[in-house]
């Protein structure tokens, strides 16, 4: 049952093609904005372009996102605006995994390192093509969390199944910009729910609706046919309330344990 009281925030964009982008883009840097040559444009600097130049606002089209936001106590989305900053040492392309009962070295084992592979991970250690693609785990409480830079292994069913075995649990939240973006939670070897968390209605699993609650907390109608306008930082937001972990900018600091896994580029 739904609460109540239950309605979603949400926002209003308004659509602009490739050459408005860049004009965004360019008129921004001028401005002294932060803004990557890739990826997505904060909204408030499209917002700021839009009001600079009124003329090209109102040839615009508008459409609706939900904005996910902490509803109840606890984790929420605003806790993760740190890791979509243009400085943050994760980039655009990750997946970091939590897994409780396993300890770092055999986590690194399950996601293809060799005992020879693993070794502390330094500052100069990046993922590139045609590279060895780098993972680093640390221990939080009672949970081993992986991060996989430019890697997806631990958001493959089979993987996050053998992570979670004899009884313990494993949950993936990957970015991808580029692609699509998952949550999968694990219990027991049984993959329970795979949720797009930009489009939460997208679910699958043994048990779809499991995490259901936890959307709803999340400021998400996990049955409407909506958009999420920060799906990351809800996804990890929504990892934290199940698993009790926080991820900060201070746990990515190195020299961290890890593995250079050869020919496991994604």
Known sequence: MFDADFTPLRVTYRTHGRDTSRRIRTWAKAKGYSVSDRGRVAPEIIEAFFTAHPEIYEQANTFEMVHATARTPGASPEDYAWQG?????????YTIVFVRGLDEHEVLRQLGAADEDIRPIEDGDYSYPEEPQIITV???GDWTVAIEHCGSRGAQWEILSALSRNGEEAMAVQRHDYAQHHVAYAVDGHLITDINPGFPIDRQGADPDRLNRHLRELGIDPAADDSIDNPI???LALATRITGVMITPQHLHRPILGAAIPGAYL
């Open 138 to 140: 640390r221990r939080i």
């Open 85 to 93: 900053k243009d400085d943050s040492p994760l980039g655009d392309i």
């Open 233 to 235: 930082p809800a996804a």
